[in-house]
């Protein structure tokens, strides 16, 4: 994996762990709790992916992920981040998710690409890694999985995804690009949720429903 490849992979799991870090303190969670949560948050997406192509999951073989998660997780406990205010944590939580999804979007279409997936799937690698963990940590936690309720959740993923695609078609390879395609991705999702974007509902009509 290329360097800028390896950060992006490291910044997600950091932005992750966070995110679960924040919604075990919000639920009361005790310490054990809130470091699964942060875990699943973190890997969860990565292993499923590995798991649809048949490979070993990087966490099996690579302490980088590991040790990103615990020190992430001490940094957290030593400046107390759970106490801090709660609309603070509410803007951090967002701009971690997203920082997360759009890391890991790349990261997972980037697996993808290794493998000369089409553009199919290069898109559902990366959606399967950037929201993975984040179902199964809004499912453990009995909450509405973001991916169901944030339009411009998945979404963005997959806008990621196909940008990313076709710039290796075209020769975009190089560190720059990965990294403006990173901040594109992460402006997109952080101005349609303080904007309140979203894409059009499907909804019955009513006035032409007998019942």
């Not at 800028?4 to 310490?31: C, M, N, P, Q, R």
């Not at 699943?40 to 992920?65: C, E, K, S, Y």
């Not at 076709?166 to 690009?177: D, R």
Request: aromatic letters at 12%.
């Amino acid at each position: 994996m290329l360097p800028e490849f390896t950060w992006l992979y490291l910044i997600g799991t950091a932005s992750f762990t966070i995110s679960g870090y924040l919604i075990g303190a919000k639920k009361h969670y005790d310490v054990l709790g809130v470091v699964i949560l942060a875990l699943l948050t973190a890997i969860g997406g990565g292993m499923i992916r590995d798991v649809l192509v048949n490979q070993v999951p990087r966490v099996f073989i690579d302490n980088g992920p590991f040790l990103t998660i615990f020190v992430t997780l001490a940094l957290a406990w030593v400046i107390k981040l759970h106490q801090k205010n709660q609309g603070m944590l509410r803007k951090l939580f967002i701009v971690a998710d997203s920082v997360g999804l759009v890391a890991f979007s790349i990261a997972g279409a980037q697996v993808a690409m290794a493998m000369d997936l089409n553009l199919f799937g290069v898109c559902v690698l990366a959606f399967v890694t950037a929201v993975g963990g984040g179902l199964v940590r809004d499912m453990m936690v009995n909450d509405v999985p973001f991916i169901l309720h944030e339009d411009f959740y998945g979404t963005v993923s997959i806008l990621v995804a196909v940008l990313f695609y076709f710039g290796q078609e075209m020769g975009l390879k190089a560190a720059p690009w990965v990294w403006l395609l990173f901040l594109l991705g992460l402006g997109l999702r952080l101005v349609a949720h303080w904007r309140d974007l979203s894409l059009p509902k499907v909804k019955p009509d009513h006035a032409a429903d007998p019942t």
